[in-house]
């Protein structure tokens, strides 16, 4: 049986310990001591790292009644050794887990809304709250949270049996039997809890949520603390500021100033693509004027320059609405892009001329009998235009 220093010294950050045991797991070297101060995955709480005598410790898992460390270099059953924890690591957490006590116990208190959840990510960390939140009770929770913070209030730790327990207002009851361990902010919040916490909430520095969704038929609401609080204002700084100078608005003019810029672009969008369908008309007619003549077919095999692949498309289905036509068009630039299409009376596969061109000159695509379209190819434009004849020539029409 490990025992957990962190329990009664959350502020421990360097021990001295036996090793009790080295294994390998899984190609890992894993060792347990007498004593550590390292806290393992559990509570929402991830593990700690850093040393052990010469050994990095990479991993810490809670198993039973032992703390389990993964380490990388060499530790011997017996060793003398002393432990260090990376120190800003878990300083991190001890202000994301505080931080989640005061802020589930806001919401606990205000608007008797439960914490069923919580998990502290990488970056972020969450609770779920068992009822949906609306945005002012949010807000109103955050800022009850942070009045806890700012008046500096004691957080200790007791144990206690579970019949003593049961009659203290815990905030949440206990899923654990036996000695419980009890987390108390004074006059705001008891609640069973294994992990660590810092000592005065002033340490927590601030409390801001950064989103909150529908989850599960309640609120997931997304917050940082301390440091991360600062990051993430900086993170969002540095977008707002440059969304800004971008849009020449005030910050709280940014939705509806890219909204506006969205709209905008949609109409363009709108108004181009019926202009290019007009123009494309035309140039299909000025096309036809120049066709060749075959088998009473009019073959239009051009390369087009100024049109990309939707407007050449849109050339090729305006051609091939006409009767007895078959047009090969590509457009001027590297890489190519090429269409293939013919009128509904015309026997040619399209998709199968397009294939035979790719298969020559690179690139992608595919279609049906009607219209193939692909982009891509890599060649002198007049050899592909001279192949795209060949195979016409080819194909009895
Ligand atoms: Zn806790």
Same mark, same amino acid.
């Given at each position: 049986?490990?025992?957990?220093?962190?329990?009664?010294?959350?502020?421990?950050?360097?021990?001295?310990?036996?090793?009790?045991?080295?294994?390998?797991?899984?190609?890992?070297?894993?060792?347990?001591?007498?004593?550590?101060?390292?806290?393992?995955?559990?509570?929402?709480?991830?593990?700690?790292?850093?040393?052990?005598?010469?050994?990095?410790?990479?991993?810490?898992?809670?198993?039973?009644?032992?703390?389990?460390?993964?380490?990388?270099?060499?530790?011997?059953?017996?060793?003398?050794?002393?432990?260090?924890?990376?120190?800003?690591?878990?300083?991190?957490?001890?202000?994301?887990?505080?931080?989640?006590?005061?802020?589930?116990?806001?919401?606990?208190?205000?608007?008797?809304?439960?914490?069923?959840?919580?998990?502290?990510?990488?970056?972020?960390?969450?609770?779920?709250?068992?009822?949906?939140?609306?945005?002012?009770?949010?807000?109103?929770?955050?800022?009850?949270?942070?009045?806890?913070?700012?008046?500096?209030?004691?957080?200790?730790?007791?144990?206690?049996?579970?019949?003593?327990?049961?009659?203290?207002?815990?905030?949440?009851?206990?899923?654990?039997?036996?000695?419980?361990?009890?987390?108390?902010?004074?006059?705001?919040?008891?609640?069973?809890?294994?992990?660590?916490?810092?000592?005065?909430?002033?340490?927590?520095?601030?409390?801001?949520?950064?989103?909150?969704?529908?989850?599960?038929?309640?609120?997931?609401?997304?917050?940082?603390?301390?440091?991360?609080?600062?990051?993430?204002?900086?993170?969002?700084?540095? /977008?707002? %500021? #440059?969304? $800004?100078? @971008? +849009?020449?608005? =005030?910050?709280?003019?940014?939705?509806?100033?890219?909204? !506006?810029? *969205?709209?905008?672009?949609?109409?363009?969008?709108?108004?181009?693509?019926?202009?290019?369908?007009?123009?494309?008309?035309?140039?299909?007619?000025?096309?036809?004027?120049?066709?060749?003549?075959?088998?009473?077919?009019?073959?239009?095999?051009?390369?087009?320059?100024?049109?990309?692949?939707?407007?050449?498309?849109?050339?090729?289905?305006?051609?091939? /609405?006409? %009767? #007895?036509? $078959?047009? @090969? +068009?590509?457009? =001027?630039?590297?890489?190519?892009?090429?269409?293939?299409? !013919?009128? *509904?009376?015309?026997?040619?596969?399209?998709?199968?001329?397009?294939?035979?061109?790719?298969?020559?000159?690179?690139?992608?695509?595919?279609?049906?009998?009607?219209?193939?379209?692909?982009?891509?190819?890599?060649?002198?434009?007049?050899?592909?235009?001279?192949?795209?004849?060949?195979?016409?020539?080819?194909?009895?029409?």
């Amino acid at each position: 049986m490990t025992e957990r220093i962190y329990y009664t010294e959350p502020s421990c950050r360097s021990f001295e310990a036996t090793v009790t045991r080295v294994d390998e797991r899984d190609g890992r070297s894993v060792v347990t001591l007498d004593r550590t101060a390292f806290y393992p995955t559990s509570g929402g709480q991830p593990f700690d790292t850093g040393r052990l005598g010469a050994a990095n410790v990479i991993e810490t898992i809670d198993e039973e009644s032992e703390v389990i460390h993964v380490v990388s270099g060499v530790l011997s059953a017996g060793d003398r050794v002393r432990g260090e924890i990376d120190w800003a690591r878990r300083f991190d957490h001890m202000q994301q887990h505080t931080g989640q006590h005061v802020l589930s116990a806001a919401f606990d208190r205000l608007f008797d809304n439960r914490t069923t959840s919580f998990h502290m990510g990488a970056d972020v960390s969450t609770i779920d709250l068992a009822r949906e939140a609306a945005a002012a009770e949010i807000d109103r929770a955050v800022d009850e949270a942070n009045l806890v913070v700012w008046e500096d209030r004691e957080v200790s730790v007791r144990f206690v049996t579970a019949d003593e327990a049961a009659r203290l207002p815990l905030r949440k009851d206990p899923v654990r039997e036996g000695t419980l361990r009890l987390v108390e902010i004074r006059d705001f919040d008891l609640s069973a809890c294994g992990g660590t916490h810092v000592s005065r909430t002033g340490a927590i520095g601030m409390i801001a949520v950064s989103n909150a969704e529908r989850f599960r038929g309640g609120s997931r609401i997304t917050f940082v603390c301390g440091g991360r609080a600062s990051r993430t204002f900086r993170t969002y700084r540095d /977008a707002v %500021s #440059g969304a $800004v100078r @971008v +849009l020449s608005v =005030l910050p709280h003019e940014l939705p509806g100033a890219i909204e !506006r810029a *969205q709209l905008e672009s949609k109409d363009l969008r709108r108004t181009v693509s019926r202009m290019q369908a007009q123009l494309a008309g035309h140039e299909a007619a000025r096309l036809l004027e120049g066709a060749q003549v075959a088998a009473g077919r009019r073959v239009v095999v051009q390369s087009l320059e100024g049109w990309d692949a939707a407007g050449i498309k849109a050339i090729a289905g305006a051609l091939s /609405a006409e %009767s #007895g036509v $078959v047009a @090969v +068009l590509v457009s =001027l630039g590297s890489p190519v892009a090429a269409v293939v299409a !013919r009128s *509904q009376d015309v026997a040619l596969d399209s998709s199968k001329a397009l294939r035979i061109l790719l298969d020559r000159f690179g690139g992608r695509g595919g279609g049906r009998p009607e219209l193939a379209q692909g982009a891509g190819l890599v060649g002198k434009i007049d050899d592909i235009l001279a192949a795209a004849r060949e195979y016409v020539r080819s194909v009895h029409l």
